[in-house]
């Protein structure tokens, strides 16, 4: 139905940067919200960065002023990290707020996700 396929992940020293891409397919009718999200171990996932249709973003704390999220196009989503910090070490998630031709009730949708490790 419903597909996001993240890209983009991979390992990079401290100080570095990268690029997640994210792309939605599948027979959707509507995308609200798209964002990111992530989870280290041992620790929840917990919200990195969202943008809504209109273009309105949300930020961590912790990534504000390094991480920067961007509608690519309507099903396309990035988000570039810069200044990366051991801490910033997870999988990364993709998120979708949308409608299906299936469902017409908004749902969330995850990708599979995408290992981000930081170290030296």
């Known amino acids: 139905q419903v597909q996001l396929v993240e890209s983009g992940g991979g390992l990079v020293q401290p100080g570095g940067s990268l690029r997640l891409s994210c792309a939605a397919s599948?027979?959707?009718?509507?995308?609200?919200?798209m964002g990111w999200y992530r989870q280290a171990p041992g620790k929840q996932r917990e919200l990195v960065a969202t943008?809504?249709?209109?273009?309105?973003t949300t930020y961590a704390d912790s990534v504000k002023g390094r991480f920067t999220i961007n509608r690519d196009n309507a099903k396309t989503v990035s988000l570039q990290m810069n200044s990366l910090k051991p801490e910033d070490t997870a999988v990364y998630y993709c998120?979708?707020?949308?409608?299906?031709?299936?469902?017409?009730?908004?749902?969330?949708?995850w990708g599979q996700g995408t290992q981000v490790t930081v170290s030296s």
């Open positions: 599948g027979s959707i009718l509507s995308i609200y919200a």
């Open positions: 998120n979708a707020d949308l409608r299906t031709s299936i469902n017409p009730r908004r749902g969330d949708y």
């Open positions: 943008i809504t249709g209109g273009g309105t």
